[in-house]
């Protein structure tokens, strides 16, 4: 899923059966996770210690959620907020750090779901007693509801697991109009059963996405319900002003006993927007008043970090998990000069990967990339098979420029979020040593993979990333080089627009191997020769740098959620310090 924020599971597979029952493994993404990186202490561990009930925690941030409607939400921090607080899906992930945070639960459905014809049908069947925000039963029909509402074409942004396996949905376009989906069958208000046009065993896997989360037919506005998403969760909306604050209450209808990973410890939970992210630095730092009670949405900056690390007590307060999540310079391969090979590798070459770590944040918060999928999918440690030094090859860039009919260098753009301006800036300078002058266009994160997801209107050059759904290369080099899925509007994962025909039948033919143990390996081959083409530049695997107020409990990164806080969990230590 799309970089800044998407979910995966850190822990490896090791074996996927056709009755799947969960994942649990043992290796560990790219860099040092000993504790001897200042920023990684508390990697794996909960800080604050258990919350108490009551109070408000108050979410500070630099932005806007980008989707919280379910059907539209594959971006990780507003997965983690939506899917924790606000909505169900079939299946979650535990509410664990480190490693077990990878493993499997049933969250609406009553187990991990049921194979049948060779894992091309999935049944799960739904819990009893659960219930939206108003009273009304939750059914197997909003869940396929939600899932059908997925493929319309006015709300575009979401996963497409749906896209990609349910049998029969080429051409599908939603439930406008009365169109249903045969492959998607309710005998009855508790059961579901989706027909797969391939065998996938990994489906619960994708179960724990938005897309299977229940939407009411009757509270469905479309766009519109991205403004008002109705709660099958902890808590319910009780205002939205966009850009401004959003503020959650208690659903008084969500049954605890339903449910074996959310607490739900605070009683009011509010997001103040539009925020300068060194405002909220210095105001965690300093942590005083109802700031104690407070946790950032996004990253420390950079330039904060030693503010944090030079001082015991507020790096006590310091989370820094691993993204396992890979950012990368995606070039517009359907467009000059960038559909030249020879350009693309220039780009490799010339980009020096250690001014762009050190832009966001130096080495103790960031690993250098040298492969495209992060190390959790190689064992634990990328491989280099390009081996470019990490401050580039300048000579080696402008030799492939020269044998390209670019000598001379060229003009182009690039588009990176607001808060990754610096990073752009050492983009720009470090191409530009080869005579590539990069102009650089910064977005609002909000409106960011809008932005960047519309092909015609975007720039040759975007820096983003992506960041498996699970652990498992099926999540990864398909959604950012797979042509075949590529949209007009909404397009999200291949920003680099790669279509390329020998690629894309490896990764049908690896989708098909039986063998989970077989398909790891033929997926990390795989990656090194999509990296030869240089549909893309890999820069840094990125670490979460989150400091918590002082009254803040039960704090971790969350590995399914790429580092960012398990919002399941977190509460406060003294409610009445909280000023509710």
Known sequence: MNMRTRTLATALVTTLTLA??????????????????????????????????????????????????????????????????????????????????????PDLAENLGVSSNGARTWTFTLKPGLKYEDGTPITSQDIKHNVERSFSPDLPGGPDYAARYLAGAEGYQGPAGGRHLASVKTPDSRTIVFELRTPFAEFPFAATLPTFAPVPPSQDRGPQYDNRPFSSGPYKVDSYARDKQLVLVRNTHWDPKTDQVRKAYPDRIVVTMGLKANQIDDRLIAATGPDASAVPWDKL????????????DIRARLLAESTSCTEMVQMHTGRAPFDDVKVRQAVQYALDREAVLTASGGPALNDPATALMPGVLFGGKQPDTLGIPLTGDVPKAKELLKEAGRADGFTTRITVSNGDKAVGEAVQQSLGRAGIKVIIETVDPSAFYDTIGDTKNRTDLVYTGWCPDYPSGSTFLPFVFDGRFIKEKGNSGNHSLFRDDATMKRMDEIAAMADATQAAKAWRELDAAILAKAPTAPVVVERKPLLIGTNIAGAFGHTSFGGQLDYATVGLKDPSKSGN
């Open 20 to 105: 799947a029952t969960g994942c649990s493994g043992g290796g560990t993404s790219g860099g040092d996770r000993t504790g001897r990186n200042p920023a990684t202490t508390h990697t794996g561990a909960v800080l604050g210690g258990t919350p108490q009930k009551g109070g408000t925690l108050t979410v500070l941030s630099n932005q806007d959620f980008t989707h919280l409607d379910p059907a539209r939400n594959w971006v990780m921090g507003d997965m983690d907020f939506g899917t924790r607080l606000l909505y169900r899906a079939l299946v979650t992930y535990k509410a664990e750090p480190g490693t077990k945070g990878g493993d499997l639960v």
């Open 301 to 312: 900056r950079p330039e904060s970090t030693p503010k944090v690390l030079t001082k015991p």
